[in-house]
């Protein structure tokens, strides 16, 4: 079992749509998550941290952490051309508080 | 300008030469990572550090060495044992424990052999 695991995707929405991007990990003692979004051929550049169980907002994109249930989402509303992307999950996970990344869902949004 | 500079941007190996691939950090974090990125695939962990004189492998070690002579700096040397080196390289840091442990990247070298 991979300890982070996304889908591949695509996932295909039309703009104005919410996105609706998913992500399990194995690791029930991971401290820290994240949604990194790397644009093709850029480096990933972070989005979104969510440390406590729950929802945290920011802006169209909303993170959601199920510790339970092992389960760490990313929603973007109103879904914009631009959003077009590869979202990555990662996961801070002990010992040693390395980063592991899922292999990312891309993500294409219809004008 | 607070940041993670990658040099070079673009690298050429020659089959069976060693490269060095500069990773430099002026944000004062703890933690450095070292990824690969091949086309269409994930991010894999190839060296971390958390502290100056001490790191530990990822999951694709094989073919890679690091240092840490300096908080600031993290080398990661792609050496001949390495098969097939031609990939995208990220490197990375962050805060290591406390508040907030985001992690940011450097702008990636594109290694080819050649």
């Known amino acids: 079992q991979k300890e982070v695991e996304q889908n591949s995707g695509p996932l295909s929405v039309p703009e104005g749509a919410i996105a609706s991007l998913n992500c399990t990990y194995s690791?029930?003692?991971?401290?820290?998550f994240f949604w990194y979004r790397q644009y093709s051929g850029k480096s990933p550049e972070l989005i979104m941290s969510?440390?406590?169980?729950g929802d945290k907002e920011d802006g169209r994109f909303t993170a959601q952490l199920n510790k339970a249930s092992q389960y760490v989402s990313l929603l973007i509303r109103d879904s914009q051309p631009s959003d077009s992307a590869t979202y990555l999950c990662?996961?801070?996970?002990?010992?040693?508080?390395?980063?592991?990344f899922g292999s990312g869902t891309r993500l294409l949004v219809r004008p | 300008d607070g940041g993670i500079t990658q040099s070079p941007k673009y690298l050429f190996r020659k089959e069976g030469q060693n490269v060095t691939l500069s990773c430099e950090q002026n944000?004062?974090?703890?933690?450095m990572y070292w990824y690969r990125q091949d086309p269409g695939q994930g991010l894999r962990l190839i060296y971390y550090?958390?502290?100056?004189?001490?790191?530990q492998k990822g999951d694709i070690a094989e073919g890679y060495s690091v240092s840490r002579e300096k908080k600031e700096s993290f080398p990661l040397t792609v050496t001949s044992a390495q098969k097939n080196p031609t990939a995208f390289y990220l490197c990375?840091?962050?805060?290591?424990?406390?508040?907030?442990?985001?992690?940011?990247f450097g702008q990636g070298t594109r290694l080819t052999v050649v």
């Open positions: 944000l004062n974090h703890d933690a």
């Open positions: 550090s958390q502290i100056v004189n001490d790191f």
């Open positions: 969510i440390y406590s169980n």
């Open positions: 690791d029930r003692v991971s401290q820290s």
């Open positions: 990375a840091s962050s805060v290591l424990t406390g508040g907030l442990t985001e992690a940011f």
């Open positions: 990662a996961v801070k996970a002990l010992p040693g508080y390395k980063l592991i």
